[in-house]
C-alpha cells in the first residue's frame, strides 16, 4: 500500500495534505517493520508505532452531528447544492439559510456556459487543449496571463503534460499534486507563484477546493487577471463552483472555461454519448441535468450504507456506555465478538 516515510514515521495523503494520524491496521504495522528492516525507521518510532490495535467499535460521522447542541456552517456553494444534497442538511435539522453577498461587490468572472464550453474529439483533445491554453495567456503581448488547469487525476495531468507534441514551454509549467504536499512550504511557494504574469500549473482537482490563489501581480490584474481552465466535468456541481472560484476573488478579473473529452462524457451521457452531444444546443444544461440524477442515485447508496452504519455506531454507543457502568460481562463479550478473526 502506498505511505510517506518522513519525520521518521509513516504517513498517508490525505486530501492536500499529509496525515502521520492514520493507521491502517496490520498494514501500518508490518510497513513500519519493513522500514526498519531497510534502515528508514529507527528502532525508537518502531516500539512507539508498533502495537495490536484493539477494535472498540466503529462510530459514523453521519450519527454525531445528532449529538450536537447547535449547527453552525459557511460555505460558498450553499446555492450550488443538488436537492439530493439539501435533503441531507435538512435531515440535521439546519433550517435556517443565510445568504450574504461578499463585501467585495458583484463578482467579475468572465464566463459564459454558451460559449466557454468546448467538448473536443479524443484524438485531437491534447491539440486543442494545447491550443487553448495559450491563446488564454495572450491578451497583451507584453504581459502574459497566468492560467490553472485542473485535471481530475495526477494520471491525466502526467499523461498531458508528457504528450509529445506539446508546445508549452515546460519551463513555464509547474505542477501541484497531492504529493507536493509532503513539502507544506514547497506546496505553499508553487500556490503564490502560480498567479504570476505567465506562469502555467497543472494541479488535480483538490486543489479546486478552498485554495487561496491569491494575486498580487499588477501586471495580471490589470490584464484581465488568472484564467482557469477544467479539462472535466464534475460529478458535483459544488465542485464545478469551487473550481470557478479559484479566479476572480476579492472583486478582481477572471475567467474560466472547460476543456473537456468527448468520449469522458460518457459518464454522464450514456453510451450514445457522440449522438447526443452532436445533437444537443444546450449541452451543459443537458450535463448538468444527467449530474443531478447520478447524483441522486449516488444518494440512495449513501443513505443505505449510513443506515446499516447506524446499528454498529449504536453498538459502539452501548458499549462506551458499559465502559462507564463497569459491565464487565458485556464489555468482554463486545471485545470477543469484535476481536475474533
Not at 519525520?7 to 519493513?34: E, P, Q, V, W
Not at 491554453?133 to 508528457?162: A, C, D, G, Q, W
Not at 508549452?168 to 500556490?191: W, Y
Not at 479559484?246 to 475567467?255: E, I, M, N, P, V
Amino acid at each position: 500500500h502506498e505511505y510517506i516515510v518522513k519525520n521518521d514515521k509513516l504517513a498517508y495523503l490525505r486530501h492536500d495534505s499529509i496525515s502521520y494520524a492514520m493507521y491502517l491496521g496490520y498494514k501500518t504495522l508490518f510497513a513500519y517493520y519493513f522500514e526498519h528492516d531497510n534502515g528508514r525507521i529507527s528502532t525508537l518510532s518502531l516500539n512507539q508505532n508498533v502495537y495490536i490495535n484493539i477494535n472498540c467499535g466503529n462510530f459514523s460521522f453521519a450519527e454525531i452531528p445528532y449529538k450536537f447542541y447547535s449547527i453552525m456552517g459557511v460555505t460558498a456553494t450553499l446555492k450550488s447544492l443538488s436537492q439530493a444534497e439539501n435533503k441531507i442538511i435538512k435531515s440535521y435539522r439546519i433550517k435556517r439559510f443565510i445568504y450574504i453577498p461578499s463585501i467585495f461587490g458583484e463578482n467579475k468572472l468572465c464566463y459564459d456556459k454558451n460559449l466557454h464550453i468546448f467538448i473536443e474529439k479524443d484524438n485531437e483533445y491534447f491539440k486543442n487543449l494545447n491550443e487553448h491554453i495559450l491563446s488564454s495567456m495572450e491578451v497583451l503581448k507584453e504581459h502574459k496571463r497566468p492560467v490553472l488547469v485542473f485535471f481530475e487525476t495526477k494520471s491525466t495531468l502526467m499523461e498531458f503534460y508528457n504528450w509529445s507534441k506539446l508546445s508549452i514551454n515546460k519551463d513555464n509549467i509547474q505542477i501541484i499534486t497531492e504529493e507536493v504536499s509532503k513539502i507544506p512550504t514547497e506546496r505553499d511557494m508553487l500556490i503564490k507563484r502560480a498567479t504570476i504574469s505567465g506562469q502555467i500549473t497543472f494541479l488535480t482537482s483538490v486543489f479546486g477546493r478552498g485554495t487561496d490563489f491569491v494575486c498580487s501581480d499588477k501586471n495580471v490584474i490589470s490584464n484581465r487577471g488568472v484564467h482557469v481552465v477544467q479539462t472535466f466535468f464534475s460529478k458535483e456541481l459544488s465542485e464545478e463552483v469551487q473550481i470557478q472560484g479559484r479566479t476572480a476573488r476579492q472583486g478582481k478579473d477572471g475567467s474560466y472555461s472547460m476543456v473537456l473529452r468527448e468520449s469522458d462524457l460518457k459518464y454522464f451521457l450514456g453510451a450514445d454519448y457522440s449522438s447526443i452531444i452532436k445533437n444537443q444546443e444546450n449541452i451543459y444544461e443537458c450535463l448538468n441535468l444527467k449530474r443531478n440524477k447520478l447524483f441522486d442515485t449516488t444518494y440512495l447508496n449513501i443513505a443505505t450504507k449510513v443506515k446499516e452504519a447506524k446499528k454498529v455506531h449504536k453498538m459502539g454507543e452501548d458499549f462506551v456506555k458499559n465502559l462507564k457502568n463497569l459491565k464487565l460481562k458485556k464489555i468482554k463479550a463486545y471485545l470477543m465478538e469484535k476481536n475474533t478473526v
